[in-house]
């Protein structure tokens, strides 16, 4: 589904070279769940960025669902990006003048789908999450929890294949974060690829596999058990 081969990426002006890959290696298969962790400034964002074909990269392979992605013009990584990827963000990106159903939306529009199936999909999609009855409303009308399901119904609106989170829980209590995660959870469960990049240690644990980047290059803690204590540690040192 993912596959990334010793990537690298170099951010370089005319005094300072910063490499924020370093030949990272990462697999994920089909119906995965896998979290990524790591300490601020290792590299994950850079990664997301990356696997949701929103940076280029500046060295190795990366294929996604098959495709070698290296080398595509703007036009053909947006339309691959709008097929098979769907985002979720920790500050929800919703757009506060538009009701729930147009908030979903939005990104259908772009992939040319008539009126009918689009409100289909959005009325299915915001079904799915438990908001079926807050279409209408607007997102300052609806609690965090709500908000970041909106957001994944806005997600999930597209059929993604691959579904990529960015600290999808970071701004809400622990309650609600329970409960996005469970949706999640479901939804991993009923064949859709999901990477979480995540800080909680709590959570990265209900993910199947856990990836661990540190300094640019990553560690799957499923075969390097030694490691779990460490990436542990810097987790509960970067949530303090």
């Not at 199936?117 to 409303?137: D, F, N, T």
Request: aromatic share 4%.
């Amino acid at each position: 589904m993912l596959d990334m081969r010793q990537v690298t990426k170099v951010y370089r002006t005319e005094l300072v070279e910063t490499h924020a890959l370093r030949a990272l290696d990462l697999h994920v298969r089909e119906g995965e769940f896998v979290a990524v962790t790591g300490p601020s400034g290792s590299g994950k964002t850079t990664f997301l960025n990356i696997a949701g074909l929103l940076e280029n990269f500046t060295g190795g392979e990366y294929r996604l669902d098959g495709e070698d992605v290296r080398g595509l013009s703007d036009d053909a990584r947006s339309k691959l990006r709008n097929r098979k990827i769907g985002f979720i963000f920790q500050s929800f990106n919703l757009i506060p003048d538009l009701n729930l159903f147009d908030n979903v939306d939005v990104p259908l529009r772009y992939r040319g789908m008539s009126a009918s199936e689009r409100r289909q999909r959005i009325e299915e999609s915001l079904a799915r999450v438990g908001l079926g009855s807050r279409m209408k409303h607007f997102p300052a009308e609806l609690s965090g929890g709500q908000q970041q399901r909106a957001a994944i119904a806005r997600a999930l609106a597209g059929s993604p294949r691959l579904l990529l989170a960015d600290e999808p829980t970071g701004n809400l209590d622990s309650q609600m974060a329970r409960g996005v995660l469970e949706l999640m959870e479901e939804i991993n469960g009923q064949g859709t690829t999901i990477v979480m990049v995540t800080h909680d240690p709590e959570l990265a644990a209900r993910a199947q596999r856990n990836v661990h980047i540190v300094d640019g290059m990553a560690t799957d803690l499923s075969v390097e058990p030694s490691l779990v204590r460490v990436a542990a540690s810097s987790l509960s040192q970067a949530q303090s």
